[in-house]
């Protein structure tokens, strides 16, 4: 599969990303993971091995669409609910009591 990491074009394949990552010990893990064999690797991690690039020249993010189109599983991936936004003690009043009609 074709895919753009840190705007280099790089030909991936399920099989090139287990040897790759063959041997590797995972990192702790916080934050996005990929599942590749039995273990569980920081996105990062797997970037940076098998594109051979520094981890601050790609995002997580398109490490994890190039593993989630390879069939890798990602957990934590999936769009989580917007945050519940916090309000004022006068809005929280104003919200409870409702707004006022206009006319």
């Known amino acids: 599969m074709r895919c753009v990491i840190a705007r280099f074009p790089f030909d991936l394949t399920r099989i090139g990303v287990l040897e790759a ?6 990192e ?3 934050g996005e993971s990929v ?8 996105v990062k991690q797997v970037g940076q091995v098998i594109t051979r ?7 997580a993010g398109e490490v994890l669409r190039a593993m989630t189109r390879l069939g890798f599983t990602c957990p934590g991936t999936s769009r989580a609910a917007a ?6 003690p006068l809005q929280q009043a104003s919200e409870t009591l409702g707004a006022p009609a206009a006319v």
Do not use: W
């Open 21 to 26: 990552m063959k041997g590797v010990k995972p």
């Open 53 to 59: 690039q520094d981890r601050r020249d790609f995002s």
């Open 35 to 42: 599942i590749i064999g039995r273990r569980t690797y920081p």
């Open 83 to 88: 945050p519940k936004r916090v309000l004022s």
């Open 28 to 30: 702790q893990v916080i």
